[in-house]
């Protein structure tokens, strides 16, 4: 399928998933939804470093809280609509990515991953410190209730984050099928046949860290008038690294199917679990399934999916 | 002799204390096939990894058709048409055989010429360089499910696949049977005749005796001879070097 019609697929998938959610009509259902697709997003954006270059990248809740606290400064300086925010938030967590690329180019495995964590640590102390949005106390950002068009505030947020999760999908699907995607892969695989091959693996390196940073922004970016009240310990949880690596490695890192599939299959059940027993349990339903994936399934649902096909096939032969 | 292909001038490189090459000149001529030979540590290795950007050597210079490489990354002097197979075969290994041949489709050959190849031009390519290389059958496995000798072919197919003008081959036949030598050299050879010069480094020395125009040898870092092959490995200081005193 082309890019192009693989997009205008997507969007009506999108729309019928908006059009049931509004006849369902329940506040909750947009609330949920909207973490999931959040998620949906970070997962993306944490592959396309993460599983595509096979770079891990523990500091994703810095580029997230990059995303949330950029809005979180323009409400303040100049309120403008979400969808600029996000676009900012893109740009900001963008650069911030190229720079933690240019740090890090030298780095690989464990040295690459505890960089990331690093940075997080050190944005989530300026952010602590930076009276201007909150610092350690935290800053309110009031949403308003109704919007026109779509009437609930949240209706509105969860429709731009639909979008997102569309459009980093598409991204990723795109980049799977083109020369970057190949490049990327020439990286996970062996940077030094790489670049015998002509590859040019840092600059590479800086376009996956930028793409993916400016993902995980824009899922922050919508995150301050979702919350009403945002503090470092919110914007930089756990959950955001512990849930972008968890996601795409039980789905499976190979293809953009699998942060989809991994977001939505975790996402759902941390909400049904926050409803049900207690949102105290979301981690450890994540770790024990990660274990689980790791050890039966290292290629994640997608990887499993796949083999069960090739031995069929082999059967049949 | 033709005009040349790579210049090497007083190419020296250390690690740490250990001088691992000293004063290195090196002149191939464009069509040439050379032989490189030398005992183990004796810096084969680290010539070519200086040569192709992967080592970084602080004295000396290398020129590659008639362009210094001072400061140029491996990918770059690769796009200029300078290709390497190495020691150990180095496969993408989540990609099919033809895929690993479409990379420097992709990025070494599409940036020399400034404009894209298109999918038909290719799977074209890719078709062609495979049945060369006798992997035409294999290009849906992947890396995995080849042989030691096929995964040898893989190497050298992605290395043409440059369009190289200049390709090392970096112990290209160690650990293969002697009909299998027979057909990497034979291989070799091919692409030879297409005009594509050849830098063998091998331990195999029937395969260098026959595969080998011109012989150097490398000893501790230094080169201690460069001529006729046949009269090289007469070389009394040659034999020293491999055999003793």
Same mark, same amino acid.
């Given at each position: ?79 403008? $609509?979400?969808?600029? =925010?996000?676009? *900012? !938030?893109?740009?900001? +967590? @963008? ?5 933690? &690329? ?97 590859? $040019?693996?840092?600059? =590479?390196?800086? *376009? !996956?860290?930028?793409? +993916? @940073? ?5 899922? &922050? ?97 | ?245």
């Amino acid at each position: 399928m082309r890019s192009g019609t693989f997009l205008i697929v997507a969007a009506v998938i999108g729309a019928v998933i908006f059009a049931i959610a509004r006849v369902i009509d329940n506040e909750y259902v947009f609330f949920a939804g909207y973490t999931v697709l959040q998620y949906v997003v970070l997962a993306t954006a944490w592959n396309i470093l993460g599983g595509y270059t096979g770079y891990v990248n523990f500091g994703s809740a810095a580029f997230f809280a990059v995303g949330a606290y950029s809005t979180v400064f323009l409400h303040k300086l100049f309120p403008m $609509p979400v969808p600029v =925010l996000v676009i *900012v !938030a893109a740009v900001v +967590s @963008g650069l911030v990515g190229l720079g933690m &690329g240019y740090l890090t180019l030298r780095l690989r495995g464990a040295f690459f991953a505890i960089a990331t964590l690093a940075l997080a640590v050190v944005l989530q102390t300026l952010v602590v410190n930076w009276n201007y949005v909150g610092g350690s106390r935290g800053a309110y950002v009031i949403r308003p209730q109704t919007i026109e068009l779509f009437g609930s505030y949240i209706q509105y947020l969860f429709f731009i984050m639909l979008v997102l999760a569309i459009v980093a999908l598409a991204t990723a699907r795109a980049i799977e099928r083109s020369a970057l995607g190949y490049g990327f892969a020439t990286i996970r695989d062996d940077e030094l046949a790489a670049e015998a091959s002509g590859v $040019p693996t840092l600059k =590479l390196k800086l *376009v !996956a860290t930028t793409l +993916s @940073g400016a993902f995980m922004g824009m899922a &922050g970016a919508p995150f301050p008038y979702y919350i009403g009240f945002l503090q470092p310990q919110s914007a930089f949880g756990l959950e955001y690294a512990v849930n972008s690596i968890a996601m795409p490695m039980i789905g499976g890192t190979a293809t953009w199917v699998g942060p989809l599939v991994g977001a939505l299959l975790l996402g759902t059940l941390q909400q049904v679990a926050t409803v049900t027993i207690s949102s105290a349990v979301n981690l450890l339903l994540v770790g024990i399934l990660l274990v689980v994936f790791v050890i039966v399934a290292p290629n994640g649902l997608v990887g499993l999916v796949k083999s069960a096909f090739a031995s069929k096939a082999g059967r049949k032969k | 002799m033709n005009a040349p292909i790579l210049e090497v001038a007083g190419l020296g490189k250390r690690f740490g204390g250990f001088v691992a090459l000293e004063g290195i000149d090196l002149t191939v001529a464009k069509g040439e096939r050379l032989g490189l030979i030398g005992p183990n540590g004796s810096g084969k290795s680290t010539l070519v990894n200086c040569i192709c950007g992967t080592l970084t050597n602080e004295t000396g210079s290398v020129t590659f058709d008639g362009q210094d490489l001072a400061g140029m990354l491996t990918h770059e002097r690769t796009r200029l048409g300078m290709a390497r197979s190495f020691q150990l075969p180095r496969p993408f290994a989540s990609m099919t055989v033809a895929d690993n041949i479409r990379v420097p489709l992709l990025y070494a050959v599409n940036a020399r010429r400034g404009s894209k190849l298109t999918e038909a031009q290719i799977g074209d390519h890719c078709g062609e360089l495979l049945r060369l290389v006798g992997l035409a059958d294999r290009m849906r496995h992947y890396p995995r499910d080849l042989t030691q000798v096929d995964m040898r072919k893989l190497e050298l197919a992605r290395a043409m696949a440059v369009e190289p003008k200049l390709l090392i081959a970096d112990e290209a036949m160690a650990g293969l049977s002697g009909s299998e030598v027979h057909d990497i050299v034979s291989l070799l050879i091919t692409l030879n005749e297409r005009g594509v010069t050849v830098i063998l480094i091998e331990h195999i020395m029937s395969a260098v005796m026959r595969f080998s125009q011109r012989l150097v040898v490398l000893v501790s870092g230094k080169k201690i001879a460069d001529g006729n092959p046949d009269d090289v490995i007469r070389d009394p200081e040659v034999e020293r070097a491999y055999l003793g005193q």
